[in-house]
């Protein structure tokens, strides 16, 4: 079965950090770009950043740079966000998710098309 | 990066056919073919309806189409079905290695 699950979430004071993991199974890991994905409560998606297959380029929207960092590990079909820093408005469900990319020449390039994901796991920083 | 930009709710009668815009710049919308289009159902995760503007995933009904004309995309879905009501989320390439969402239309079916 086709499946992403995301673990790790919790609840974390202003300033503090987490690490996020997603287990990947059923499909290619190690040939997906993968994205993580976050979504406020009552709010809109927000794409957090990307990794490319290999881990050799990784990608962040603005708000998390310098915070962030997406890994993985491909022998164990895991993805991975390690957040520090955390602010209030990082409260959100992430999700993680593949790109179904694009073949281009010889590499796959990412299309924003987001075909698997997972349920999602909670992250709330508050005091 | 600013959100797209798309209606706050829309909505149909069984059986009717329903547009959704999702309006951007020259930036993202505008400039890439990278647009593509989520359902989301109350405490679900966001299923992929679209893909490159106009794509199918297989396993998704042909109710659903997706354009797009200079800066605005758009999704329509025809003979609209009570299982259809849901949040729909627009989402493009923005350039620089960045993905931007709109910021969601509900869809209701009357």
């Known amino acids: 079965e086709v499946q992403l699950v995301e673990s790790g979430g919790g609840l974390v004071q202003p300033g503090g950090s987490l690490r996020l993991s997603c287990a990947a199974s059923?499909?290619?890991?190690?040939?997906?770009?993968m994205s993580w994905v976050r979504q406020a409560p009552g709010k809109g998606l927000e794409w957090v950043a990307n990794?490319?297959?290999?881990?050799?380029?990784?990608y962040y929207v603005d708000s998390v740079k310098g915070r962030f960092t997406i890994s993985r590990d491909n022998a164990k079909n895991s993805l991975y966000l390690q957040m520090t820093s955390l602010r209030a408005e990082d409260s959100s469900v992430y999700y993680c998710?593949?790109?179904?990319?694009?073949?281009?020449?010889?590499?796959?390039?990412?299309?924003?098309?987001?075909?698997?994901w997972g349920r999602g796991t909670m992250v709330t920083v508050s005091s | 990066q600013s959100a797209l930009t798309q209606p706050p709710s829309a909505s149909g009668s069984p059986g009717q056919s329903v547009t959704i815009s999702c309006t951007g710049t020259?930036?993202?919308?505008?400039?890439?073919?990278?647009v593509s289009w989520y359902q989301q159902h109350p405490g679900k995760a966001p299923k992929l309806m679209i893909y490159?503007?106009?794509k199918r995933p297989s396993g998704v009904p042909d109710r659903f189409s997706g354009s797009k004309s200079g800066y605005t995309a758009s999704l329509t879905v025809s003979g609209l079905q009570a299982e259809d009501e849901a949040h729909y989320y627009c989402?493009?390439?923005?350039?620089?290695?960045?993905?931007?969402f709109g910021g969601g239309t509900k869809l209701t079916v009357l």
């Open positions: 490159e503007v106009t």
């Open positions: 989402c493009s390439y923005a350039g620089n290695n960045n993905w931007v």
């Open positions: 059923g499909f290619t890991f190690s040939s997906s770009w």
């Open positions: 990794i490319k297959e290999d881990g050799s380029e990784k």
């Open positions: 998710a593949r790109d179904r990319g694009v073949a281009v020449v010889v590499v796959v390039a990412p299309t924003g098309a987001f075909d698997i």
């Open positions: 020259r930036s993202d919308v505008g400039g890439y073919s990278y």
